[in-house]
């Protein structure tokens, strides 16, 4: 198939473009570069790629192509609270404009990703994709409200699918250290401290990077009469952990490190344990990642690659990267590109 990635400079697109030639496809990038040099080792190996703002995207664009995966989307929580409408504009109505426009192009297959945050505070029973919706966020609003819209567009030529991830994990060449397993296992290299600033007790789902993408893959191909307009948790049921475990675990790995639990903070708002069988029973897709192997790749890849405070706290921090490329003029404050220069 012939696919475009939008979001493919991400954390998670430059995992999964590299597989996604792996089984065959032919892959275009969409990005407009805003973590582009937010690179951990090695620099991945670019395929051809449309430099647009995904607000900006023409329907003669995406002519041609035979799916759109659509990672591209403003990060969670802070950004989203102090600018609402920018988050909305962003993942909600330049989502939703793609879809059209994709559709228009006569482009078979959409995958959206989105987020087990949709759930919010779901409590301990495990929860599936049947289960209500409460976001607490802007970021799982937009994701929300992009599923309900791209859903009135599915029909037996456009097949939307909607893959709710739970918290991704793990290397990716272009690293992002502002999710719950990387900073813990970050903090334990540079510092020595896993700190937990809540009291630990929240659950989290987890995800493997590599599992998400696969299971990308995985909906890429499989019959449309199965996945059209259809909703997947993406993860592990394993992989339900409480903060404090997912620290423990860290500690355990991570020689010389030690555990320190604040509780000066709030609980996670979008505590939850998710169900994942869904995937298995209709896809025949499992994650495969486990938590403790996630920490054991990621504290080899630290040191592997010289990991630097600085970068963690900064270039690998998706909020200060933003917030850094707006002080240098390369964003205006509605987050467009102004500046070729990075």
């Not at 696919?3 to 493919?8: A, D, E, F």
């Not at 707006?326 to 102004?338: E, N, Y």
């Amino acid at each position: 198939m012939k696919v475009l990635v939008t979001g493919h400079q991400g954390y998670l697109g430059t995992v999964m473009v590299p597989l996604l030639h792996a089984a065959g496809h032919d892959v275009v990038g969409l990005d407009n570069g805003y973590f582009a040099d937010c690179i951990l080792g090695a620099a991945p190996t670019e395929p051809p790629c449309l430099m647009v703002d995904v607000r900006d995207v023409t329907v003669d664009q995406l002519r041609g192509f035979d799916a759109v995966i659509h990672l591209a989307a403003l990060p969670d929580d802070p950004r989203g609270a102090s600018a609402p409408d920018i988050t909305y504009d962003v993942n909600h109505h330049a989502s939703v404009r793609l879809a059209l426009l994709a559709k228009e192009a006569g482009v078979g297959r959409f995958l959206f990703a989105s987020t087990c945050a949709e759930y919010g505070a779901a409590g301990t029973d495990l929860t599936s994709e049947d289960a209500d919706l409460h976001p607490v966020t802007s970021y799982a609003i937009s994701k929300v409200r992009v599923e309900a819209d791209v859903a009135g567009l599915a029909d037996a030529d456009f097949v939307p699918v909607f893959l709710r991830n739970a918290t991704a994990f793990g290397f990716s060449p272009r690293f992002r250290s502002d999710i719950v397993l990387n900073g813990l296992v970050g903090h334990a290299v540079l510092t020595g401290v896993v700190r937990v600033r809540s009291d630990g007790a929240s659950w989290r789902s987890l995800v493997h990077v590599q599992d998400i993408a696969r299971a990308f893959e995985t909906c890429l191909t499989a019959p449309a009469e199965i996945v059209n307009c259809r909703a997947y948790n993406v993860g592990a049921e394993a992989n339900n952990v409480t903060v404090a475990e997912i620290a423990k675990t860290v500690v355990a790995t991570v020689p010389g490190s030690t555990l320190l639990i604040t509780g000066e903070a709030e609980s996670e708002r979008h505590s939850c344990r998710v169900d994942f069988s869904r995937a298995r029973a209709e896809l025949d897709f499992e994650a495969t990642w486990s938590v403790a192997d996630g920490v054991a790749e990621l504290y080899e890849a630290y040191l592997a690659n010289g990991l630097t405070r600085n970068d963690f706290d900064d270039s690998f921090t998706r909020l200060k990267r933003l917030d850094w490329l707006i002080a240098q003029g390369v964003l205006d404050d509605t987050m467009r590109r102004v500046s070729a220069t990075a």
